[in-house]
């Protein structure tokens, strides 16, 4: 079992930054790749982007691309979500994955086998 718990989502003001932090635990997942998503109230659970388990390769939606950055660190069994440059339609609440896989970067949600709890990005206008 693998236990995902993201912190670092708040409130920002269009135009600013935020990031936020995805931790595992209970197994590590240096060896998986993982994806972020956001939901925002009364739309589907959207892919935002992905990462390789090594890190050599990211993903993302258009709608983010040059905006938000993913790394990782293996050694500490965390995944980062760099936000920048954030726009009013980015306000969502914002979930780690993680694969089961270490192949291709999956995009939908039913590629990945683990979920974090949440936190909510909220960007004011």
């Known amino acids: 079992q693998v236990q995902l718990v993201e912190s670092g989502g708040g409130l920002v003001q269009a135009g600013g930054s935020l990031r936020i932090s995805c931790v595992a635990s209970?197994?590590?997942?240096?060896?998986?790749?993982m994806g972020w998503f956001r939901q925002a109230p009364g739309k589907e659970r959207e892919f935002v982007g992905g990462?390789?388990?090594?890190?050599?390769?990211?993903y993302y939606v258009d709608s983010v691309k040059g905006r938000f950055t993913i790394f990782r660190d293996n050694a500490k069994n965390t995944v980062y979500l760099q936000m920048n440059s954030l726009k009013p339609e980015d306000t969502a609440v914002y979930y780690c994955?993680?694969?089961?896989?270490?192949?291709?970067?999956?995009?939908?949600?039913?590629?990945?086998?683990?979920w974090g709890q949440g936190t909510q990005v909220t960007v004011s206008s």
């Open positions: 994955a993680a694969s089961g896989s270490s192949g291709y970067i999956g995009v939908r949600p039913q590629e990945y086998d683990y």
């Open positions: 209970g197994r590590t997942v240096s060896s998986v790749n």
């Open positions: 990462i390789t388990w090594s890190g050599a390769r990211t």
